[in-house]
């Protein structure tokens, strides 16, 4: 089954920054819809930021002006780079292509978020 991969993720104090990557296999063309989830600990995963086909990027008020969605076409990847962290982002981090907004495949491992006050 298709997967993206997540990576990037780890231990940071409050304040401090991480780039998440989210690289999808051959094959799979990430110039459309695709999305950061987050699921904090005990909760369900819930979209945080998007970027569309054409580039426009959309945020979660939570994150806005705090995370930045980008993608690299040449690596078939998308980054998430997330500055001024807060311990409320701890987390485990997913990414999906989306398809009218709902995931277009089955879920990767994702990558562990954790942010220390």
């Known amino acids: 089954q298709v997967q993206l991969v997540e990576s990037g993720g780890g231990l940071v104090q409050a304040g401090e920054s991480l780039t998440l990557s989210c690289t999808a296999p051959?094959?799979?063309?990430?110039?459309?819809?695709v999305g950061w989830f987050r699921q904090p600990p005990g909760k369900q995963r819930e979209l945080i930021a998007h970027i569309t086909r054409v580039g426009s990027k959309i945020y979660d008020d939570s994150v806005r002006g705090r995370f930045t969605i980008s993608r690299e076409n040449a690596k078939n990847t998308v980054y998430l780079h997330m500055s001024s962290l807060k311990p409320e982002d701890t987390g485990i981090y997913y990414c999906n292509l989306l398809y009218t907004m709902e995931p277009r495949y089955a879920w990767g491992q994702g990558t562990q978020v954790t942010v220390s006050s």
């Open positions: 051959a094959g799979v063309n990430i110039v459309t819809t």
